[in-house]
């Protein structure tokens, strides 16, 4: 079974910092996109970041660029967002999502639990 484990939430002051992890497990023979989305109550889960099996592309929301910076070690099917400058509006629960395929070939999409950050003004 795939799995993917989320880590890092909390509370933080506005202009603070926070790191986020994720931990992909399992029979994973490959894992193709990672990202990170968020959700705040009465909205759509949004994209935040995301970045590409070869770890050279990345995209960004146009409210994060220059704020958050997402990365990955494909040695350790692991993706990171590392959040600076915060706001009170980046208050939302973070989803990681990865695509993998399994060591019996199956390919599909995956999500976190999801983590709550909240920012404080």
């Known amino acids: 079974q795939v799995q993917l484990a989320e880590s890092g939430g909390g509370v933080v002051q506005a202009g603070g910092s926070l790191r986020l992890s994720c931990a992909a497990s399992g029979s994973i023979r490959a894992v193709g996109r990672m990202a990170w989305y968020r959700q705040v109550p009465g909205k759509q889960r949004d994209l935040v970041a995301i970045t590409f099996s070869s770890g050279d592309s990345t995209t960004y929301a146009d409210s994060v660029k220059g704020r958050f910076t997402i990365s990955r070690d494909n040695a350790k099917n692991t993706v990171s967002l590392q959040m600076s400058s915060l706001k009170p509006d980046d208050t939302a629960v973070y989803y990681c999502?990865?695509?993998?395929?399994?060591?019996?070939?199956?390919?599909?999409?995956?999500w976190g639990q999801g983590t709550q950050v909240t920012v404080s003004s």
């Open positions: 999502f990865a695509d993998i395929t399994d060591y019996v070939g199956r390919y599909a999409n995956y």
